[in-house]
Each structure stands twice: as structure tokens, then as C-alpha cells.
T-cell receptor, first 108, second 113 residues
Framework: QKEVEQNSGPLSVPEGAIASLNCTYS??????FFWYRQYSGKSPELIMS????GDKEDGRFTAQLNKASQYVSLLIRDSQPSDSATYLC????????FGAGTRLTVKP | NAGVTQTPKFQVLKTGQSMTLQCAQD?????MYWYRQDPGMGLRLIYY???????DKGEVPNGYNVSRLNKREFSLRLESAAPSQTSVYFC????????????FGEGSWLTVV
């Protein structure tokens, strides 16, 4: 079974705080992991991809991967109101499967 | 920068009607996908095409058919629409089906009454 699980939220953080988003997946064979951001009424857009265990940083975003625990997370530092969106975790199982998404609200 | 283009953007159908959603990409990608998105359900894969000439079922294929017309185009057909097919449909493409970022079209809002 190809499953991707996310806390549906909603998650609310104050401006400037760190937002932490989590995702687990069912298949140990998976090698490619992605975080997408989706604004209301828009299509998903890629934030980050990660393929190796450990951390990957890109600006205010850090993706963390632990294949042994089948866990991938996204940290958003210095959260801004413009980060308010739904964040989708995606895992490649030969096809691409998505979690249900976590809705994040950053309050000014 | 067209990327992935899908049409129509909005459509209202009556139960039992048929329609085809069209999708084309100009990035020379090998793989193409159709997803549907319902509130609280995330994106669910309907069908995908790993390469020209191949199609495979995803999580929720029932009630749909697809055609990979050529490398650029991947259409989704609803033969007899049902209210349960009311959803937002996204077409997407990637260089390959394994390990590559997928890029989405802008979505098609379909309502079946």
C-alpha cells in the first residue's frame, strides 16, 4: 500500500516563529521526497525535494529526512503571513503520491 | 512559459454526460499524471503515463479513462459523469516517473449536477 500521512492541522503560528510540518510514508523503498505549497484556489508548487537522509536547507526552509523511521519534515523559520497555505508532502513510489496536506496559518 | 496547460478551466456537467479534460505540456517530459483534489482528501492519483504509449491506474481510476495521445498530450475522459466526480482536476508532468519533480497545470474545476 502506498500511503503518505500528514497531520491535517490546521497549524497556527505567530509571525517570526518556526513552523514544523511532518509526514510519514508507508514504503521503505521510496527514494524521493517532496514538499509542495498550495495557496487556496491555486495549483501546488514545489518548495523542496530531498533524496538523502539528513537535512537540506534552502533559505528559510529546511527539509529533514529519516528513511529508517520513514519520516520527512519541513521546517519554516521566521514564518511570514505569506507562508499561510496548505503544505503537501509527496513521496515517489514509481508514481507520485501525496498526503492530505497541512493547512498553515501565520498570524501577524 | 506555458508549462502544463489544461482545458477547460471550469465545467458544469449533468449526471450521465461525458466529457474530456485536455492536457498538454511543452517541457518535453516523459511522464504525465491526472490527479483529483477534494476537500480534506489531498491529491489522489487517477491515472498516470510513465512514457508515451503507456498508461497505468492510480489510486482512484474507476469512472475514468485516459489517452496518451503523444508525448505532449494526456487526456482524461469521464464517460458517464456522476456527482461523486465533482472535484478539481490537476494534470501534471515530470521528466520521468521515478525521482523527478512534477509540475502542475492550473487545474480544472468540474461540477456534476
Amino acid at each position: 500500500q502506498k500511503e503518505v500521512e500528514q497531520n491535517s492541522g490546521p497549524l497556527s503560528v505567530p509571525e517570526g516563529a518556526i513552523a514544523s510540518l511532518n509526514c510519514t510514508y508507508s514504503d521503505r523503498v521510496s527514494q524521493s521526497f517532496f514538499w509542495y505549497r498550495q495557496y487556496s484556489g491555486k495549483s501546488p508548487e514545489l518548495i523542496m525535494s530531498i533524496y538523502s537522509n539528513g537535512d537540506k536547507e534552502d533559505g528559510r526552509f529546511t527539509a529533514q529526512l529519516n528513511k529508517a523511521s520513514q519520516y520527512v519534515s519541513l521546517l519554516i523559520r521566521d514564518s511570514q503571513p505569506s507562508d499561510s497555505a496548505t503544505y503537501l508532502c509527496a513521496v515517489n513510489f514509481n508514481d507520485m503520491r501525496f498526503g492530505a496536506g497541512t493547512r498553515l496559518t501565520v498570524k501577524p | 512559459n506555458a508549462g502544463v496547460t489544461q482545458t477547460p478551466k471550469f465545467q458544469v456537467l449533468k449526471t450521465g454526460q461525458s466529457m474530456t479534460l485536455q492536457c498538454a505540456q511543452d517541457m518535453n517530459h516523459n511522464s504525465m499524471y491526472w490527479y483529483r483534489q477534494d476537500p480534506g482528501m489531498g491529491l489522489r492519483l487517477i491515472y498516470y503515463s510513465a512514457s508515451e504509449g503507456t498508461t497505468d491506474k492510480g489510486e482512484v481510476p474507476n469512472g475514468y479513462n485516459v489517452s496518451r495521445l503523444n508525448k505532449r498530450e494526456f487526456s482524461l475522459r469521464l464517460e458517464s459523469a456522476a456527482p461523486s466526480q465533482t472535484s478539481v482536476y490537476f494534470c501534471a508532468s515530470s521528466q520521468a516517473s521515478s525521482g523527478n519533480t512534477i509540475y502542475f497545470g492550473e487545474g480544472s474545476w468540474l461540477t456534476v449536477v
